[in-house]
């Protein structure tokens, strides 16, 4: 009986671990599915969360919609997070199966079907920081700073009463949202001086006097909110994360303030630091920094990624890649081993780096009678023949490839326009070189090729 009691409970183990295993897998990834309009052809899911500035563009997320903007994309997820999509913040938990619907140009005309639904409607009117939350890039500032003052009031209050009429939304949800709002009436009105000068165009004689009184109302509005509004979890929300530093300034008493913020902050200022530095012996110096800090969340993320840097930076052989020319046939950068080889990436949809290509085509003209150097124009879009019809068009010569960004993870390219500059040793000279338009890279290009003037 006994042993049929075991066979019985080994059973029921075997089922129960199975269950536990096929949950984990489910509550791990996330099913986004729907149609996006007005959008580039390849569109990033970006991480909004709190390790936002920890993470570096070669763990970003991508898809490509097929050319009627349907899309499919799956991914791991282990705790509840903030993402974007083009100009639309999201809201995701593990296990999510949302459908949506999103207009780049139109964020708010959006449609969700599915898990957390709801809380992805409310997002949709999400103010955004940079352009001051509720003022709005200067569109709510009034004819007075009293008025502007209480128009931001009135607008946070519309936006509680919103949240509030949704029900069915996660509780952690509720709790981030209302602390957004709090955080957005904050961030507003630390750019209250800088919209209202701008948007009624105040002269010099004004200045100070507008500053005075703005910064009044400023120092009021956080002294208030400095003591019962430092949160660790609150990071999570970009415009808090804004605004926590000045946070801090206001707290008293300081011994009060919670360690996991100020080691946040901290730990923030160094991994801006190690994004903007190439040289290893340099990274090697901040990351005995943070060896005395306490929290292991954030630590962690930095030394993951300060390692990574480690890796691959200038001096370090440089990571070929093959490409695709313009007739289709591959191409390999160990083909100019031994010249210097200067990298501008781009994309037909990068305005900024169609903004560069004189720049880079005037550059290209000045060395072209020098054997040593070679200029590479790498194009990262998605679609071949808008990239082909680009080339062809501005009748551009010289070396066009074409690849596709995720062959680019060692360099990490998250943003463009970028350079790279990769010297005549196949050595990484500058893993984020000058663009073409800088006054400087003509003569750092001079220096590597020995020109003297």
Same mark, same amino acid.
């Given at each position: 009986?006994?042993?049929?009691?075991?066979?019985?409970?080994?059973v029921?183990?075997?089922?129960s671990?199975?269950?536990?295993?096929?949950?984990?897998?489910?509550?791990?990834?996330?099913?986004?599915?729907?149609?996006?309009?007005?959008?580039?052809?390849?569109?990033?899911?970006?991480?909004?969360?709190?390790?936002?500035?920890?993470?570096?563009?070669?763990?970003?997320?991508y898809?490509?919609?097929?050319?009627?903007?349907?899309?499919?994309?799956?991914?791991?997820?282990?705790?509840?997070?903030?993402?974007?999509?083009?100009?639309?913040?999201?809201?995701?938990t593990?296990?999510?199966?949302?459908?949506?619907? *999103?207009?780049?140009?139109?964020?708010?005309?959006?449609?969700?079907?599915g898990?957390?639904?709801?809380?992805?409607?409310?997002?949709a009117s999400?103010?955004?920081?940079?352009?001051?939350?509720?003022?709005? %890039?200067g569109?709510?500032?009034?004819?007075?700073?009293?008025?502007?003052?209480?128009?931001?009031?009135?607008?946070?209050?519309?936006?509680?009463?919103?949240?509030n009429?949704?029900?069915?939304?996660?509780?952690?949800?509720?709790?981030?949202?209302?602390?957004r709002i709090?955080?957005?009436?904050?961030?507003?009105?630390?750019?209250?001086?800088?919209?209202?000068?701008?948007q009624?165009?105040?002269?010099?004689?004004?200045?100070?006097?507008y500053?005075?009184?703005?910064n009044?109302?400023?120092?009021?509005?956080?002294?208030?909110?400095?003591?019962?509004?430092?949160?660790?979890?609150?990071?999570?929300?970009?415009?808090?994360?804004?605004?926590?530093?000045?946070?801090?300034y206001?707290?008293?008493?300081?011994e009060?303030?919670?360690?996991?913020?100020?080691?946040?902050?901290?730990?923030?200022?160094?991994?801006?630091?190690?994004?903007?530095?190439?040289?290893?012996?340099?990274?090697?110096?901040?990351?005995?920094?943070?060896?005395?800090?306490?929290?292991?969340?954030?630590?962690?993320?930095?030394?993951?990624?300060?390692?990574?840097?480690?890796?691959?930076?200038?001096?370090?052989?440089?990571?070929?890649?093959?490409?695709?020319l313009?007739?289709?046939?591959?191409?390999?950068?160990?083909?100019?081993?031994?010249?210097?080889?200067?990298?501008?990436i781009?994309?037909?949809?990068?305005?900024?780096?169609?903004?560069?290509?004189?720049?880079?085509?005037? *550059?290209?003209?000045?060395?072209?009678?020098? %054997?040593?150097?070679?200029?590479?124009?790498?194009?990262?879009?998605?679609?071949?023949?808008?990239?082909?019809?680009?080339?062809?068009?501005?009748?551009?010569?010289?070396?066009?490839w074409?690849?596709?960004?995720?062959?680019?993870?060692?360099?990490?390219?998250a943003?463009?326009?970028?350079?790279?500059?990769?010297d005549?040793?196949?050595?990484v000279?500058?893993?984020?070189?000058?663009?073409?338009?800088?006054?400087?890279?003509?003569?750092?290009?001079?220096?590597?090729?020995?020109?003297?003037?």
């Amino acid at each position: 009986m006994k042993s049929k009691f075991n066979a019985y409970l080994l059973v029921f183990l075997l089922l129960s671990v199975s269950q536990f295993l096929n949950g984990q897998n489910i509550v791990k990834k996330v099913y986004l599915s729907g149609i996006i309009k007005n959008f580039n052809t390849q569109v990033p899911v970006e991480d909004m969360s709190d390790f936002q500035n920890f993470n570096l563009p070669a763990s970003a997320i991508y898809f490509i919609p097929d050319s009627a903007g349907k899309f499919k994309i799956t991914f791991p997820l282990f705790s509840a997070n903030y993402f974007r999509i083009g100009r639309n913040m999201l809201y995701l938990t593990p296990g999510d199966s949302l459908f949506m619907e *999103l207009d780049f140009n139109k964020p708010e005309n959006t449609f969700f079907k599915g898990r957390n639904a709801n809380a992805n409607f409310f997002l949709a009117s999400t103010p955004f920081a940079k352009a001051g939350s509720f003022l709005s %890039s200067g569109e709510n500032i009034k004819e007075s700073v009293t008025e502007t003052v209480d128009t931001i009031l009135k607008i946070s209050q519309q936006r509680e009463d919103l949240l509030n009429s949704y029900t069915k939304i996660p509780k952690e949800f509720r709790m981030l949202e209302k602390a957004r709002i709090k955080a957005d009436v904050l961030n507003s009105i630390f750019m209250l001086y800088t919209y209202y000068v701008y948007q009624h165009k105040i002269q010099k004689d004004s200045l100070t006097y507008y500053a005075n009184k703005c910064n009044a109302i400023r120092d009021s509005f956080f002294k208030k909110s400095s003591s019962n509004f430092l949160n660790p979890t609150f990071l999570k929300l970009v415009v808090y994360r804004n605004i926590v530093e000045r946070l801090v300034y206001y707290s008293q008493p300081k011994e009060k303030i919670p360690s996991a913020i100020k080691e946040y902050i901290k730990l923030e200022e160094l991994s801006a630091k190690a994004t903007e530095l190439n040289n290893k012996d340099s990274l090697q110096k901040i990351k005995k920094e943070i060896t005395d800090f306490v929290n292991s969340t954030y630590k962690t993320a930095l030394l993951k990624k300060i390692n990574t840097l480690l890796q691959f930076g200038n001096g370090s052989l440089a990571k070929s890649f093959n490409a695709s020319l313009i007739n289709g046939k591959p191409i390999s950068l160990t083909k100019f081993k031994n010249k210097i080889i200067y990298i501008d990436i781009w994309a037909t949809w990068c305005r900024p780096c169609l903004e560069q290509m004189p720049s880079f085509e005037l *550059l290209k003209e000045k060395y072209k009678q020098n %054997s040593n150097i070679v200029f590479v124009s790498l194009s990262i879009d998605n679609d071949f023949e808008a990239w082909k019809k680009n080339v062809l068009s501005r009748n551009a010569n010289g070396e066009q490839w074409l690849i596709d960004r995720s062959k680019l993870s060692a360099y990490n390219v998250a943003s463009i326009p970028r350079a790279i500059l990769i010297d005549k040793n196949f050595k990484v000279f500058e893993i984020q070189a000058d663009l073409p338009d800088s006054k400087k890279i003509e003569t750092i290009l001079n220096s590597l090729l020995e020109i003297k003037k």
